[in-house]
């Protein structure tokens, strides 16, 4: 593999199209096959701070699973945060952004013997400051692997519309992963998209099959973005939620829209729908009349008895000052995020790309 060849862009063509989940499980799947794999993502839009600085949210889920080779900062270069942009049209300059991605990557490149790189969002994002996905990948002379999501004829358009943008920055797009492709339709999306795109000249790595577990949201996930306080269940904070439910209704009519994988938001005052999910997660039918999690809203503590039972039973019970239209929008309108602590969804994406993804084709035309 050639100097150059020893890196590759991942790029998605529009956000939430799954680019993390893919960057997370090539990662895994070069590391098996090269050795020391190193990972930078140029330009990051959600971030954390770390020991003062801001860090992309995913180059910390990187660097907290495998621990590659480098310095965090030097992983996460940009962090983009409230009024970036407004100052960058004002008083910004290119070239130093230019240097700080191009510094950072040298950094990484040094102590590793292949680079992930990954983009965010779609190829135009980051071009109001000059840094869009095909700025950077032209920038650091890598090939691209566009991420787009199940369909035929949608995603073939918006790879052409995306692939416009490296071309017209002179990168190469590799070839293409579909994502979130449900599995009775495998089998025909990847026949149909594979011929639609070598019309093009353009290749298909793989198809990946949709897991709603890796849409889903953990009970510790809406424990932290939601600011809750946990009264009990401590156990049960990776419980994925795949469906919630209003408690606006009696017990007896709850219990038949219960079920694993349901989440109650219910006010801190409706103590008969608690005792109900509870009683329901007890037993043989805690399948079907059982709850994952339980949120109580609008500040309003259950009585004393009822606190004592929740905090010895293990069901994730959760009390925020929210009130319940708030949380139920929330969570609606959630962009789940993998973090570290989701060992279960690292695990299933890691084994989703090595079974459904031809790495070693990538590796042949990387070289």
Same mark, same amino acid.
Request: a positive charge.
């Given at each position: ?28 799947? %070069?590391?098996?096959?090269?050795? !020391?794999?190193?990972?930078? #993502? ?5 971030? =954390? @701070?770390?020991? &003062? ?120 797009? %590799?070839?293409?992963?579909?994502? !979130?492709?449900?599995?009775? #339709? ?5 026949? =149909? @998209?594979?011929? &639609? ?171």
């Amino acid at each position: 593999m050639t100097s150059e060849g020893k890196r590759v862009y991942i790029a998605a063509t529009r956000q939430n199209d799954g680019k993390t989940i893919v960057s997370l499980g090539l990662f895994a799947a %070069l590391k098996k096959r090269l050795g !020391k794999i190193g990972y930078i #993502k140029p330009v990051g839009q959600h971030y =954390l @701070v770390v020991d &003062g600085k801001k860090i992309d949210k995913d180059a910390v889920l990187i660097d907290q699973v495998y621990n590659p080779a480098g310095n965090l900062p030097d992983m996460s270069p940009i962090a983009v945060p409230h009024g970036f942009t407004e100052h960058y049209i004002q008083h910004g300059k290119k070239d130093v952004l230019s240097q700080r991605i191009q510094r950072a990557f040298k950094n990484i490149q040094k102590v590793n013997d292949f680079v992930l790189i990954e983009g965010t969002g779609h190829a135009g994002v980051g071009a109001v400051f000059d840094m869009s996905n095909s700025d950077v990948a032209s920038l650091l002379h890598s090939k691209v692997i566009l991420v787009s999501i199940g369909g035929v004829g949608k995603p073939i358009d918006e790879i052409m519309l995306n692939k416009a943008m490296f071309d017209q920055k002179g990168v190469e797009v %590799l070839g293409v992963i579909i994502n !979130k492709v449900h599995e009775k #339709k495998i089998k025909k999306i990847s026949r =149909l @998209v594979r011929a &639609g795109l070598a019309r093009k000249k353009i290749e298909l790595f793989g198809v990946i099959p949709y897991r709603e577990t890796l849409s889903s949201p953990t009970i510790q996930q809406l424990l932290e973005d939601l600011d809750g306080k946990l009264l009990g269940g401590a156990g049960g904070l990776q419980n994925n939620i795949h469906r919630m439910i209003i408690g606006a209704m009696p017990p007896h009519e709850a219990l038949g829209y219960f079920g694993r994988g349901t989440l109650l938001i219910t006010p801190g005052s409706r103590e008969d729908l608690v005792l109900a999910a509870m009683s329901g997660s007890l037993g043989g039918q805690a399948a079907a009349y059982g709850v994952s999690g339980i949120i109580l809203t609008g500040k309003i503590t259950p009585h004393r008895h009822v606190l004592q039972l929740i905090s010895d039973f293990d069901l994730p019970i959760i009390q925020v000052k929210a009130d319940t239209f708030s949380v139920a929008s929330y969570i609606h309108d959630l962009i789940v995020k993998i973090r570290p602590s989701d060992r279960s969804k690292i695990c299933a994406t890691e084994e989703l790309v090595e079974n459904h993804v031809n790495i070693d084709r990538i590796l042949e035309k990387l070289g």
